[in-house]
């Protein structure tokens, strides 16, 4: 039992929370009720807690020369490792809990019951300035509710602040199915937040010496349902980007007008009131005008249906030189991604390995292609973190591989860094994508109720077919993506498809779709018999 919260009880906790999530991460990972074997929170959120104890067990015993005390400073390095080591949307959300948690502790001489509580309120802050829009029935709220149950505790005492965090963080997550439709039909809580309570539940254990009682508000499961992918809407058609010298009160004000004009908002800052500011909108000419009335936008680029350019400026000049990172899994792609003279990181890879292998191409520009929507926040905290070491990274947020094939082939050294990115945006949000695969269990899609094994055909991320032959969905999906207009059909065959798949997709195609040309590849991918672009 512990009355301040010192450096010795940080290790513990970061300890003790690493042993929980590992011993729950099969049943967190459970909690992904999409019939799609990918997109593992339990898996991300023991590998970004990992990395935070390496952090500690390297460096807790040097303290930096700049007044913070041992405890804070075990904070820093266990926040530092878990940004470092972030994996998918909710490692790099935990990350900001921990940063808010340290930076509020850091100077703080003793951690008593209510530097504690002001340490989540600032945790929840961090958290929520992590996500362009937060939503309710997640990991955000659970911390919220954590946090606001501490503030009300309203005493000094560090067991009842901790308890009372923890309690009610259970009795938040419980209630995740009530604010979130999709946990509602699945019968499950947010995952996310389960790990978070989890953590919760550890500090107790830590603070109080006490062992927690059974797993506070525990999954349960109903039939089951259908999750939604993160994704931004095809409401909005217009892409709208530009440069910002404002002040950061200016650039509060404009988020909240640009979040209600559209949707994919991520203005990011480099530190000396220059911001770079990206929106998906209908209205463009809205979109402009906030800016100038925030300040002066300048370098405005507007384009149709593209995806995320996500720029970050470089404090130090370096070097000229120019390169591409590409998160790829499979032989084949890595190959094909290689010969284009990209470096390529293995999937689902740590902010730290995207930043290693920015910092290994030697150039100062970098452009990264995380074709993943769960490595698209690993990629920005990277971009962030080469920013202090002077690289520029812009990030073009590819959902596919097949969307960075088309990206990489319109690259242009001799264009302007900005405008060549542009321009692999333009080119990877033209190229429409599909994933053929197998439903690893049982789900209501919105095309219908699957079972485990059928064939299942995504179009940008959504399920449109159910079928029970792989070839005739593939040549399903294929004549439904064409029927949308299409000039070149790019195939990307997994490690496990059956000999001949590309030929009969292709020769389908030569027959019903004369005048489209097909491009096919080996990709190796796992999971995923048939990829395919068409631009």
Not at 19 to 31: F, S, T
Request: glycine share 10%.
């Amino acid at each position: 039992m512990v009355d301040t919260l010192d450096a010795a009880a940080v290790r513990r906790w970061c300890a003790s929370g690493l042993a929980a999530l590992r011993r729950h991460q099969g049943e967190i990972d459970d909690l992904n009720v999409y019939p799609v074997p990918d997109g593992d929170t339990g898996t991300n959120l023991v590998l970004t807690l990992t990395s935070a104890q390496q952090a500690l067990a390297m460096d807790l015993g040097t303290l930096p020369d700049d007044g913070h005390t041992p405890h804070g400073h075990a904070l820093r390095l266990m926040a530092r490792g878990a940004l470092l080591g972030a994996r998918g949307n909710s490692g790099v959300i935990l990350s900001q809990i921990l940063r808010g948690l340290a930076d509020t502790l850091a100077a703080a001489p003793t951690v008593r019951g209510r530097q504690l509580a002001a340490a989540f309120a600032a945790a929840t802050t961090a958290a929520y300035a992590a996500v362009a829009r937060p939503v309710e029935g997640t990991l955000l709220s659970v911390v919220a509710a954590a946090a606001r149950a501490a503030q009300r505790a309203d005493t000094d005492d560090l067991r009842t602040v901790a308890r009372c965090a923890a309690e009610e963080a259970a009795r938040a997550l419980a209630r995740t199915p009530e604010q979130l439709p999709e946990l509602a039909r699945a019968g499950v809580v947010d995952a996310g937040g389960r790990g978070l309570c989890l953590l919760l539940d550890a500090l107790v254990e830590v603070i109080t010496g006490e062992s927690p009682g059974p797993p506070s508000a525990p999954p349960v499961r109903h039939p089951p349902a259908a999750a939604v992918r993160e994704t931004g809407s095809d409401a909005y058609a217009y892409e709208v980007q530009y440069l910002l010298d404002a002040t950061d009160g200016a650039v509060a004000r404009l988020r909240t007008e640009l979040d209600a004009l559209g949707d994919s908002l991520a203005v990011v800052g480099d530190g000396s009131g220059t911001w770079n500011v990206h929106v998906h909108v209908n209205d463009v000419g809205a979109a402009v005008e906030a800016g100038v009335v925030a300040g002066r936008p300048h370098r405005i680029t507007v384009t149709r249906f593209a995806d995320q350019v996500a720029a970050v400026a470089p404090a130090a000049p370096r070097p000229e030189g120019r390169a591409a990172v590409v998160v790829a899994t499979g032989a084949g792609i890595a190959d094909l991604v290689t010969a284009e003279g990209a470096v390529v990181v293995p999937a689902n890879p740590s902010t730290g390995e995207l930043l290693d292998a920015i910092r290994a191409t030697g150039a100062a520009r970098v452009v990264v292609l995380p074709n993943d929507p769960n490595t698209q926040s690993v990629a920005s905290a990277a971009a962030r973190e080469a920013h202090g070491l002077g690289i520029k990274v812009s990030v073009v947020p590819t959902r596919s591989p097949v969307q960075a094939l088309a990206a990489l082939a319109v690259r242009d050294p001799k264009r302007r860094f900005e405008d060549d990115v542009i321009a692999m945006a333009e080119a990877a949000g033209a190229c429409r994508y599909a994933e053929v695969c197998h439903a690893a269990r049982e789900a209501l899609t919105v095309a219908g109720p699957c079972r485990a094994g059928d064939v299942l055909a995504l179009v940008e991320g959504e399920v449109h077919l159910i079928g029970q032959d792989l070839t005739d969905t593939c040549t399903a999906v294929v004549d439904r993506m064409l029927g949308g207009g299409g000039e070149l059909v790019t195939l990307l065959c997994g490690a496990d498809a059956p000999a001949g798949l590309a030929d009969r997709v292709r020769a389908h195609v030569e027959r019903a779709w004369p005048f489209v040309e097909v491009q096919a590849y080996e990709g190796g991918q796992p999971y995923y018999p048939l990829l395919l672009g068409v631009e």
